[in-house]
């Protein structure tokens, strides 16, 4: 079931991701070679709990930390380690949620360690695009598989792959509702957009096969090949003048720029 948002739901929702936003600017100033991603994590549960809020993803059908951090062939889901430190040409991706007023908000980032090779550049270029492409097509009237559709396109269009076994999904008072978002599709497929539904649009994008497997921890999900994949997440909520971010990039890119 879909459950859609009042305005003061989606202000309260706002609010979630708005500090999702400034915690991953916060970790922006960290991400650096020699760092470990269980010292990111120490940085994040503070900064989340010191703003009022408390991690949505810690303890979340049983994970064990409060963000995700994952690495190169990592595609999403990595669990922060001090045995996982940072080295220059990485790439980590930052998967944060928060609970707020009762609200969860979510988004994430893929980040350049250090000096990162033109070819692995192109991959995140892209993938961040197309999240806009699928924004685009988040409109009132249009379906799931539109969004979908744009996704796959954008990606595929440069020889990249979309992982089918992970989506997007609904948010709201729980981390995960309907809809569920796939980031491939067919235009015209798939529930109907309507006013006040909040999605969370998340291209998870390939250098290489679209193939992925579970680590033996459960959680960590990497490509088959072990080539990097590449994941940026915005929440969205449908409204009738177009798609509305809920979620932000500028704390980040007030660190990093905005150019990848």
């Not at 989340?48 to 995700?68: M, N, Q, T, W, Y």
């Not at 595929?156 to 309907?178: D, T």
């Not at 177009?242 to 500028?250: A, M, R, Y």
Request: aromatic residues 6%; contains cysteine.
């Amino acid at each position: 079931m879909v459950y859609l948002k009042t305005d003061e739901e989606i202000g309260l929702m706002r609010d979630a991701n708005q500090l999702v936003g400034k915690t991953l600017g916060e970790l922006a100033k960290h991400i650096q070679p020699g760092i470990s991603t269980l010292q990111l994590n120490d940085i994040a549960d503070t900064f989340i709990r010191d703003h009022g809020a408390v991690p949505a993803f810690l303890g979340f059908e049983g994970f064990p930390k409060s963000i995700c951090t994952s690495v190169n062939e990592i595609v999403v889901h990595g669990i922060p380690s001090d045995q996982v430190v940072l080295q220059d040409g990485d790439i980590i991706s930052i998967d944060c949620g928060t609970v707020l007023n009762g609200f969860v908000g979510d988004s994430a980032y893929t980040f350049c360690v250090g000096e990162v090779s033109e070819e692995i550049k192109k991959l995140l270029r892209t993938t961040k695009e197309s999240l806009g492409k699928g924004i685009e097509q988040a409109v009132v009237g249009n379906r799931v598989g539109d969004i979908s559709n744009a996704v796959q396109t954008c990606c595929e269009k440069r020889n990249y792959s979309v992982v089918r076994e992970l989506v997007g999904h609904g948010c709201g008072r729980e981390m995960h509702e309907s809809p569920e978002v796939p980031n491939f599709g067919r235009r015209g497929c798939g529930p109907k957009l309507v006013s006040g539904m909040c999605i969370c649009i998340e291209p998870m994008i390939n250098m290489g096969v679209k193939n992925v497997f579970i680590d033996q921890d459960g959680w960590t999900v990497r490509t088959n090949d072990r080539k990097c994949s590449a994941h940026f997440e915005h929440c969205v909520v449908i409204r009738p003048g177009g798609p509305q971010i809920l979620s932000t990039f500028d704390y980040i890119e007030a660190i990093v720029g905005k150019e990848i």
